[in-house]
Antibody, heavy 121, light 107 residues
Framework: EVQLVQSGGGLVQPGESLRLSCAASGFTFEDYAMHWVRQAPGKGLEWVSS????????EYADSVKGRFTISRDNAKNSLYLQMKSLRTEDTAFYYCAKDIAGGSYPALVNWGQGVLVTVSS | DIQMTQSPSSLSASVGDRVTITCRTSQTVTRYLNWYQQRPGEGPKLLIY???NLHSGVPPRFTGSGSGTDFTLTISSLQPEDFATYYCQQSYSTLISFGQGTRLDIK
């Protein structure tokens, strides 16, 4: 069974940093692209970032480009999202998600449980 | 970036009804359009990928159609568990984008 277990959410002040983790199991992690998607409370889904199976291609939404960094450790079956210079508008539930394949024509087939990141003074 | 427009933004229907949700993209995505369901308090679930392919375990009352810029998700006979919010997502570009969502409520 595919499992994506997330950690790292919490309350931070504007300008601070936070690192989210996503531990994967139940599939060959290194074969699949991975993604981060966020959802502000009561709002819709917003794609944040994607990383191909071999870390060859990283993509970011304009709203986070230059502040967030996606990475993966295939030896540890883990995906990360390093978030810097956090803003109040970054407050959201953050989900990691597994792609249906290596990264072309992405479909998000499995999702983590989501963690809440709250940016507030 | 590819912009996504779903309609309607909300919809009220009864158990047993047939409902259709529409998604339009700002440029062609050929057939690379996916649909997700999100129930309150849960994460999204993939229903349909590449326009019409039913994801494993999804009931056949869900069907997808369309190509180019215009797509539809149809639920043939609504069940109580289908009342949720539905999102489309284009996968033609690796710069992923989602529609704003369609909330389906019980009438």
């Amino acid at each position: 069974e595919v499992q994506l277990v997330q950690s790292g959410g919490g309350l931070v002040q504007p300008g601070e940093s936070l690192r989210l983790s996503c531990a994967a199991s139940g599939f060959t992690f290194e074969d699949y692209a991975m993604h981060w998607v966020r959802q502000a409370p009561g709002k819709g889904l917003e794609w944040v970032s994607s990383l191909t199976w071999n870390s060859g291609i990283m993509e970011y939404a304009d709203s986070v480009k230059g502040r967030f960094t996606i990475s993966r450790d295939n030896a540890k079956n883990s995906l990360y999202l390093q978030m810097k210079s956090l803003r109040t508008e970054d407050t959201a539930f953050y989900y990691c998600a597994k792609d249906i394949a290596g990264g072309s024509y992405p479909a998000l087939v499995n999702w983590g449980q989501g963690v809440l990141v709250t940016v507030s003074s | 970036d590819i912009q996504m427009t779903q309609s309607p933004s909300s919809l009220s229907a009864s158990v047993g009804d047939r409902v259709t949700i529409t998604c339009r993209t700002s440029q062609t995505v050929t057939r690379y359009l996916n649909w997700y369901q999100q129930r309150p308090g849960e994460g999204p679930k993939l229903l349909i990928y590449a326009a019409y392919n039913l994801h494993s375990g999804v009931p056949p009352r869900f069907t997808g159609s369309g190509s180019g810029t215009d797509f539809t998700l149809t639920i043939s006979s609504l069940q109580p568990e289908d009342f949720a919010t539905y999102y489309c997502q284009q996968s033609y570009s690796t710069l992923i984008s989602f529609g704003q969502g369609t909330r389906l409520d019980i009438k």
